[in-house]
């Protein structure tokens, strides 16, 4: 054996010994994780979006059917296209049926560490050191701001968006190493089940391109004898070999935008003008890098304040804005003017930036200012500059034990702060009471911690959450048909009708307003007024089974026997685990003898 040869030799087995002391520290990560997010086995659903998308829901909750592989693919709400996460759900529900959220949580933690391992695959692959790649796993994978994406079932769609969007990633890397054509078939396959799986997958192709300039150097802007305008000229080949990727962010983009319109959910301009999105745009990046950085204080909802006032703060929100503005200017002219030495800055940077924007509020959905889970495909390009700035090479880094002591120190307080932050996920009411806590002039925090002791009976405490969500935001027809609930529960009908009125004319597309108004009116043998309130019901939502259960049973005591089981048999083939409906066909069918007519 030649000298070289022996060199080599040792060389490989340095580098073999070394890769698996990281596959053990990968190890050490993916338990540490498991250990934070465990708990979550025995939580239930919440009752934030989990109805609408799990237990609520006719075409989930009754398992993975043709008819519900169908409606996955189509139009409708409760606000954005993502079939894959339906088809996801409905396994679930076939897989561990919807009496108890264990299995759904399991698998949303399964999803979420398999993500840590592809982070810690790709930013090996980024950075060519095993280190940073360890680093940025860990930090992802415990970080508080993350604990939204996996400890709530409703974001499955969050956390196997970003599984598909990172293997794309690493795909396209490994194409590009090894010489082959960089946007495969496999790359564009899987780049469409992530935006499947969620339209947060929209900006892509974006963070190819930045890749492409750090590490890759396939865009030369990290040079500083180049000019910009040949980078860019030199550009259009890459923007081209891309098209395929651009085509499906258009097409998901545009499905996405008529499941919003159809869902009723896209804020107006009359509403949010685009001074106040501008405004709470700059003010978010704001608060999500605090955040990052200290998630102390971490909340399920922020209230919009376009929709419902700013909270007392030092400061006002046009002062916040316009620091946000001049510390995103000043940072991202810093990274540039640095791009040479450090283009993992400047690349991690536009990540963050970049992939916030479908996301910031410019094109308002929904009624929240932001979102922790916003920040779960955001967040590792911070993660990743700051990894890949820390001097790994250096000596005095590798053997002195402050830098390790800090590392352990940081990993330490996000690993409590998230195991905090995941008890708070037990429970709708525990829940709501924490978000209580960051902001007790929430109305939506009140209205759901209503509506969650409204659910346990506890209702005088319910009446006094519902009445606080009413005082903070005086148009708030949920609130208002909550108390109606509540009324009813009571006994006070005159009270309930009086909330339900109130909720229609403020929201006339509530369909369970309508529905339990004509309830109420059924109840009180105003028969003639109850159909019209359920088949208004069923004018906005055909799919209601509510409406036309309580059709039925209007039907059966006017003696329509006829018409009430057309409209049991109705129910059950839309929902054959409507357990009312069944009941109800069956003494009907013993009574009247249809079931052979």
Request: hydrophobic share 50%; charged share 15%; proline share 5%.
């Amino acid at each position: 054996m030649t000298p070289h040869d022996a060199r080599r030799r040792l060389s490989t087995q340095g580098n073999r010994s070394e890769l698996i002391g990281e596959r053990g520290w990968l190890l050490g990560v993916l338990a540490l994780t498991a250990i934070v997010y465990w708990p979550v086995i025995g939580f239930d659903f919440v009752n934030f979006d989990d109805d609408v998308h799990v237990f609520d829901n006719p075409s989930v909750r009754t398992g993975l059917t043709l008819d519900n592989m169908v409606w996955a693919f189509g139009i409708h709400g409760p606000s954005q296209w993502h079939p894959l996460s339906w088809l996801s759900h409905q396994v679930d529900v076939s897989l561990f049926g919807v009496s108890g959220a264990g299995g759904h949580h399991l698998v949303n933690l399964a999803v979420h560490l398999a993500n840590v391992v592809l982070v810690y695959l790709l930013t090996r692959r980024l950075t060519g050191r095993g280190e940073p790649a360890l680093l940025v796993a860990a930090i992802f994978g415990i970080h508080p701001l993350n604990v939204e994406s996996v400890a709530w079932v409703s974001e499955r769609r969050n956390v196997l968006c970003l599984f598909f969007f990172l293997w794309a990633m690493i795909v396209y890397l490994d194409n590009v190493h090894r010489g082959k054509r960089p946007v495969s078939w496999s790359v564009i396959a899987l780049y469409a089940l992530a935006g499947m799986a969620k339209p947060l997958a929209v900006t892509f192709p974006c963070v190819l391109l930045l890749i492409d300039v750090w590490p890759l150097r396939r865009l030369d802007l990290v040079s500083q004898t180049h000019k910009v305008r040949e980078s860019l000229r030199a550009a259009i080949p890459l923007f081209v070999e891309k098209l395929p990727l651009f085509v499906i962010s258009g097409i998901c983009s545009w499905l996405t935008i008529l499941c919003q319109q159809e869902a009723g959910v896209v804020s107006s301009f009359a509403a949010i003008p685009f001074s106040a999105r501008i405004t709470n745009a700059l003010l978010a990046v704001l608060y999500y890098l605090r955040d990052a950085i200290w998630p102390a204080w971490l909340s399920v909802f922020y209230p919009h304040p376009a929709l419902y006032g700013s909270p007392p703060g030092l400061l006002p929100d046009a002062w916040l804005a316009t620091l946000s503005a001049a510390m995103i200017l000043v940072a991202t002219v810093a990274f540039w003017r640095q791009r040479a030495k450090f283009p993992w800055l400047l690349v991690g940077w536009l990540w963050f930036l970049g992939t916030m924007v479908p996301m910031i509020g410019l094109f308002q959905v929904g009624l929240q200012q932001r979102a922790d889970r916003y920040m779960y495909l955001p967040g590792l390009g911070l993660i990743l500059g700051i990894a890949a700035s820390l001097p790994w090479d250096k000596a005095a880094f590798r053997t002195r034990h402050l830098p390790r002591i800090g590392i352990a120190i940081v990993i330490t307080g996000f690993a409590v702060t998230a195991s905090l932050q995941v008890g708070v996920w037990r429970s709708s009411q525990t829940l709501f009471e924490q978000a209580l806590l960051v902001d007790p002039r929430n109305p939506v925090a009140h209205l759901n911690l209503g509506e969650a002791l409204l659910t346990t009976g506890q209702l005088p405490a319910a009446e006094e959450h519902l009445r606080a969500a009413i005082r903070f935001y005086p148009d708030y027809a949920l609130a208002y048909y909550n108390l109606g609930v509540l009324q009813g529960q009571l006994g006070n009908t005159q009270a309930a009708l009086e909330n339900f009125e109130k909720s229609i004319s403020l929201d006339p597309g509530n369909g369970s307003a309508w529905v339990r108004r004509g309830g109420l009116l059924g109840q009180a043998g105003q028969f003639d007024l109850a159909k019209q309130n359920f088949q208004q019901a069923l004018a906005i939502d055909p799919h209601d089974l509510h409406a036309r259960f309580n059709l039925g049973l209007i039907d059966e005591m006017q003696g329509h026997w006829k018409n009430a089981r057309e409209a049991y048999l109705a129910v059950l083939q839309q929902d054959p685990t409507f357990s009312l409906a069944a009941r109800q066909l069956e003494q009907l069918n013993e009574r009247h003898s249809l079931s052979k007519q």
